[in-house]
């Protein structure tokens, strides 16, 4: 019997793998909820983009809600995504804050000179470890942080017209009718 | 025309690894002499038709033949020629036909140096071999073929991923290919004598020396794998616990432990199902691993294209491959326990018991690298676990592992004693304390640092005992035989990896700063002076090249030229500088001017100095060399079981 032992295990893995294979044709890698929904949005202290003298960190950034969108010059579907923040997502009148994630900053700025910058002010995660605590999967990624610092709603991929009706305005909804 | 022939060869080669694969076995169970010397004029067509498409691939590469797709989307006419050949491995289709090529060079070096082995025994190693042949090609063939066509021709190409235009890359990938194909061997070689159902003791040692040399194969690879990840991906760290590393890594750790038990079967019979046992491990580790990083199952930082179809094939041949060996083994492996009896205190038990940690550590790997996968499973969410996990558990295994080694070599086989164990544990103890000692007044309270001197200085002092012992106990001539001097050279190793990781993890010191022409920072007893800017250029890419003078004591030590790099396709690559010393690095990454109109300015420099880190590759060098050291025993070489081992200390007073 003990023989069969490591035989049980393989099969007990493949059982694992088969699920793996068949998981990721069935879901979106991008509609995992994120734990961090509903939790305080992790500290941060990171250096403005092009200024890196200068740091942003959360505390100065509560006080009202604002969209933190995760981007990169070396991320293909960000480039889809940007007319999006140029237009759209300004329009919703909250402030977006830059989260440039594991990106050279010479490369950030020349891709934003080149699509434009619709953010109020640019943090720049060079080495991608704040990256980590936001649970940053891939590029894009968006955040809505509320007034007190609290991650309301996360998207993994591109804000797209429909993820804007369907899934930000409603989050936005939430967060209006909880104001005093 | 010609990339057409090389789909050729790889369809011909398929249907002689078929014939390597069925023809030998069936002839080794018939009894069939003819069939049985199929085995290797089959496995020398396989390779003569796996070596041609590899060429014909390397030569559509030099030749700018944009029309094969796999050409075009990894190569461009401003590619220097030899980044060019290793694009041929740069992304899956070429990896792959990588990985048969290797496995071919491993078979057919196995056809012509296996003259003095039993052909029947033989027929079933080059057929078991024939048939991962077999596998690999369809493969290729069926769904990751890269002779390709793309019509009509692109003018130019794509580019070579900027991060692999590194002389690393050039030699990474097949190094750590022909170690872990290479355990192919040792895994042919169990499933011959499964299948033989003589589970002699012989097997063990032709198996020995192919075991040895794919494991130092592979101990070079990782090694140069993390040399590159540190020179090239500009965060200073040398080890990552990401997903493909960790799939090196493992066979790996299996490896350290079927070398050993390997050992112990050889010479005392004992534990035969456990050491064919870890060489199904090893070499399906090495498989899975090629499954986790092809799949897609797993993401990685070396984002590999990956195709759900290409999954579950690899699947099926996981299923076919591992499923179909551990069946065997569950089949025919050995009922009884053979081999002489030995006491709880003995050689076999302190293999068994290293055995055993370094499985655990493989297993805890193994499980850390699929945490993710088992949180979708179990509907937890993703979860993956980071390097704090890996960092934690590893240490807490390989540090009762660093304490048992040098009893090692004093262990006897079959019963100890413990008297000698004694002395040694006073003498490599004493010197560790002292060293220990020292380096608390050096290393300021870093208790990492003292730790790893202390176990570096133990494992080296024992080790050193034992050489003086056999230099002083043995006549001239048989003091130290290459599987001994073998297992010293890579004991020292360890030490000397200790050293490296313990004192560069706990005493390096990183900056970020700001520097202005002419201004310095001072790290670690050295001057970094800053003197500015200049403009060059390379073959496909120019880059701001920063000037950084090293000085110690206003003593200029020497310059560094650390680069920013754009590659002619826009892509943005840190070359950091690194003055490399055997016992400090210097380590300068050029970041970005503070006002982009201003290159002449400020810029960000990240600054590094780095005690001891190249210890850790020198370690592992050491590890490597021993491997190969060992595999020239002359004893692997001969027919016959010699009645006593040379490896057995004698009974002489210490």
């Keep these: 019997m003990s023989r069969l032992l490591p035989l049980i295990g393989f099969l007990l893995l493949v059982g694992l793998f088969g699920f793996g294979i068949w998981w990721n044709t069935q879901h979106d890698q991008r509609e995992i909820a994120s734990p961090l929904i509903d939790k305080p949005a992790p500290a941060f202290a990171l250096p403005v983009l092009g200024e890196p003298s200068r740091t942003v960190d959360k505390a100065s950034l509560l006080g009202k809600p604002y969209f933190l969108n995760v981007f990169a010059s070396w991320c293909i579907e960000c480039v889809h995504e940007h007319p999006m923040l140029m237009t759209d997502m300004k329009r919703l009148g909250l402030p977006i804050v830059g989260f440039n994630y594991k990106d050279e900053p010479e490369a950030a700025m020349a891709w934003l000179s080149e699509h434009g910058d619709p953010f109020d002010v640019i943090v720049a995660d060079r080495d991608g470890r704040a990256g980590i605590d936001f649970g940053v999967y891939a590029a894009p990624e968006t955040f809505l942080i509320d007034a007190k610092g609290v991650i309301r709603y996360k998207r993994i991929g591109p804000i797209t017209p429909e993820v804007i009706e369907k899934e930000i305005r409603p989050a936005l909804a939430a967060l209006a009718k909880e104001a005093p | ?654």
């Excluded at chain 2, 057929?127 to 769904?143: K, N, R, S």
């Excluded at chain 2, 038990?349 to 699929?370: D, H, I, K, Q, S």
């Excluded at chain 2, 004493?430 to 133990?458: E, M, S, T």
């Design chain 2, 1 to 654: 025309m010609i990339p057409e022939l090389g789909q050729f060869a790889l369809a011909l080669a398929l249907l002689l690894a078929l014939v390597q694969g069925v023809l030998p076995i069936l002839g080794a169970w018939r009894g069939n002499a003819a069939l049985i010397a199929v085995a290797r004029p089959a496995a020398a067509g396989q390779g003569i038709f796996v070596f041609t498409a590899m060429a014909i691939l390397i030569h559509a590469f030099l030749h700018y033949d944009f029309s094969v797709a796999y050409v075009a989307d990894n190569s461009n006419l401003a590619l220097p020629w030899y980044y060019r050949i290793t694009a041929v491995w740069g992304a899956h289709e070429g990896s792959m036909l990588l990985w048969v090529f290797i496995l071919n060079i491993w078979s057919v070096a196995l056809a012509a140096f296996s003259r003095h082995l039993p052909p029947a025994f033989v027929a079933r190693v080059l057929g078991v071999l024939g048939l991962i042949g077999v596998g690999f090609l369809a493969f290729i063939l069926f769904t990751s073929n890269p002779f390709l066509r793309e019509l009509p021709m692109p003018a130019d190409g794509g580019d070579l991923n900027p991060v692999l235009q590194d002389p690393g890359m050039t030699f990474h990938p097949p190094v750590l290919y022909m170690g872990y194909v290479g355990f192919s061997v040792a895994f042919a070689f169990s499933i011959a004598a499964l299948l033989g159902g003589g589970m002699e003791q012989a097997w063990v040692r032709w198996a020995r020396p192919w075991t040895n040399v794919a494991w130092a194969f592979l101990t070079l690879g990782i090694v140069a794998g993390s040399w590159w990840a540190y020179a090239e991906l500009g965060w200073g760290g040398w080890w990552f616990w990401d997903p493909v590393e960790n799939a090196s890594f493992m066979p790996w750790l299996v490896g350290v432990a079927l070398i050993h038990a390997q050992a112990v079967t050889e010479k005392r019979g004992s534990l035969p199902a456990w050491t064919v046992l870890l060489s199904l491990f090893a070499f399906s580790l090495s498989l899975l691993g090629t499954f986790l990083v092809r799949s897609g199952v797993l993401t990685s930082v070396h984002a590999f294209a990956s195709d759900p179809r290409r999954g579950l094939y690899i699947l099926g041949f996981l299923i076919v491959v591992i499923g179909g060996s551990l069946l065997l083994y569950a089949i025919r492996a050995p009922k009884v326990a053979t081999g002489k009896p030995f006491a709880p205190l003995s050689r076999e038990t302190g293999v068994m018991v290293a055995n055993l940690l370094f499985t655990t550590a493989a297993a805890m790997v193994l499980l850390g690298t699929l945490f993710p996968l088992i949180g979708d499973a179990l509907n937890l969410g993703r979860i993956s676990v980071g390097p704090p996990y890996f960092g934690f558990l590893f240490v807490m295994l390989m540090a009762p592992a660093v304490l048992l080694l040098p009893f090692g070599p004093y262990l006897r086989w079959g019963r100890a004693e413990g008297r000698q164990l004694t002395a040694m544990a006073w003498r490599a103890g004493v010197a560790a304390v002292i060293c220990a000692v020292v380096a608390a007044v050096f290393a300021q309270g870093h208790l990492r640092a003292i730790a790893g001197v202390a176990g570096a200085v133990w494992v080296g002092a024992g080790t050193l005992a034992y050489i003086v012992k056999r230099w002083r106990e043995m006549p001239r001539g048989r003091r130290y035989p290459a599987e001994m001097a073998g297992m010293l050279v890579a004991h020292t190793g360890v030490a000397i990896f200790v050293i490296g990781v313990m004192l560069s993890e706990s005493l390096s010191v990183e900056r970020d700063v700001r520097l202005a022409p002419g201004q310095s920072q001072s790290i670690g007893g050295y001057d970094f002076r800053f003197d500015g800017v200049e403009e060059t250029e390379g073959p496909n890419w120019r880059a701001d090249e920063g000037i950084v003078t090293i000085l110690r004591d206003g003593a200029t030590v020497g310059t560094m030229h650390p680069q920013k790099r754009t590659y002619s396709r826009g892509q943005v690559q840190t070359e950091s500088a690194i003055d490399a010393g055997l016992f400090r690095d210097i380590y300068v990454a050029l970041g970005e001017p503070m006002d982009a109109n201003d290159v002449q300015g400020a810029w960000a420099l990240r600054l590094y100095h780095k005690p001891f880190v190249r210890w850790i590759w020198l370690g592992g060098l050491f590890m490597m060399a021993g491997g190969f050291l060992a595999a020239c025993e002359r004893r692997f070489r001969a027919k016959k079981i010699a009645a006593e081992s040379t490896l057995e200390p004698k009974a002489t007073p210490a």
